[in-house]
């Protein structure tokens, strides 16, 4: 198992920025794939985006071209970063760590809203 520790969620205008943070516990940080997910009450957790070991991405149509996941293997730390947020991006905000397709951690989650 990993731990994970989320943070960087808050309250933000709609067309605004925020970058989320996921640091992980342990020293195969390196060797994991990493994902965004997010939540609301009344539905399921959904894929925001993915960052394999080597750095390939994968993202929800609904967030390509105004989120990038990102990974920091030094420092032991994957980032989301949100820009042009909408109202439907609100939501509780979770990493899961992945390891040979098995999920091995998952963050206690952030919130974020978009709201004026």
């Known amino acids: 198992q990993v731990q994970l520790v989320e943070s960087g969620g808050g309250l933000v205008q709609p067309g605004g920025s925020l970058r989320l943070s996921c640091a992980a516990s342990g020293s195969i940080f390196s060797i994991i794939a990493m994902g965004w997910y997010r939540q609301v009450p009344g539905n399921q957790r959904e894929l925001v985006a993915s960052i394999t070991s080597g750095g390939s991405t994968n993202y929800a149509d609904s967030v390509k071209g105004r989120f990038t996941i990102s990974r920091d293997n030094a420092k032991n730390t994957v980032y989301l970063q949100m820009n042009s947020l909408k109202a439907e991006d609100t939501a509780v905000y979770y990493c899961?760590?992945?390891?040979?397709?098995?999920?091995?951690?998952w963050g206690q989650g952030t919130q974020v809203t978009v709201s004026s």
């Open positions: 899961k760590a992945t390891a040979a397709s098995k999920t091995i951690g």
